[in-house]
Antibody
């Protein structure tokens, strides 16, 4: 059974930083592309970032480019999202998602809550 | 960005009756490789989204065959042939043809 477990969600003040982690099991992690998506009641589901197998291709949404950094460690079956200069509108539940191709979105984690508030 | 529009946004249904959700994109979702990257997801209350359908009409393993996807270009449909109680939740379409990937606003399905 494929499992994705996010961690690192927390409450932080505007301008602060957080690092989300996503640990995968039950699949050959190095063969999967990873996306991060966030969800809020007001904006719904919003794609955040993508990293390909081998980390050769990386993309970001305009709203996070320059502030967020995605990376992966295939030896640890993990993907990370470093979030700097956090703003109120970054408040959301963040999901990591694995797929056999960029747009597959096949397996979802349970989500990690990030709250940005003073 | 490709805008995804769903209708209706709320869909009360009677158990055992069919249901249909429409999804329209602001641009064609046919990619240069010939594939159309249109997914459908179900999000039950308190759960993460779960993929039901990929590339317009391919049902995921374990998804009941009462769910079906169809469409082409910019117009797509998710159909539930006979709604069951476990189908309650929010359904999203998503395009993966053009970055940024974008989702529809969701259609909330509940039982009358």
């Amino acid at each position: 059974e494929v499992q994705l477990v996010e961690s690192g969600g927390n409450s932080v003040q505007p301008g602060g930083s957080l690092r989300l982690s996503c640990a995968a099991s039950g699949l050959i992690f190095s063969s999967y592309s990873i996306n991060w998506v966030r969800q809020t009641p007001g904006r719904g589901l919003e794609w955040v970032s993508f990293i390909s197998t081998g980390s050769t291709i990386i993309h970001y949404a305009d709203s996070v480019r320059g502030r967020f950094t995605i990376s992966r460690d295939d030896a640890k079956n993990s993907v990370f999202l470093r979030m700097n200069s956090l703003r109120d509108d970054d408040t959301a539940v963040y999901f990591c998602i694995c797929g056999t191709y960029a747009a597959a979105f096949e397996y979802w984690g349970q989500g990690a809550l990030v709250t940005v508030s003073s | 960005d490709v805008v995804m529009i769903q209708s209706p946004l709320s869909l009360p249904v009677t158990l055992g009756q069919p249901a249909s959700i429409s999804c329209r994109s602001s641009q064609s979702l046919v990619y240069s490789d010939g594939n159309t990257y249109l997914n459908w997801f179900q999000q039950r209350p308190g759960q993460s989204p779960r993929r039901l359908i990929y590339k317009v009409s391919n049902r995921d393993s374990g998804v009941p065959d009462r769910f079906s996807g169809s469409g082409s270009g910019t117009d797509f449909t998710l159909k539930i042939s006979r709604v069951e109680a476990e189908d309650v939740g929010v359904y999203y379409c998503m395009q993966g043809t053009q970055l940024p990937f974008t989702f529809g606003p969701g259609t909330k399905v509940d039982i009358k």
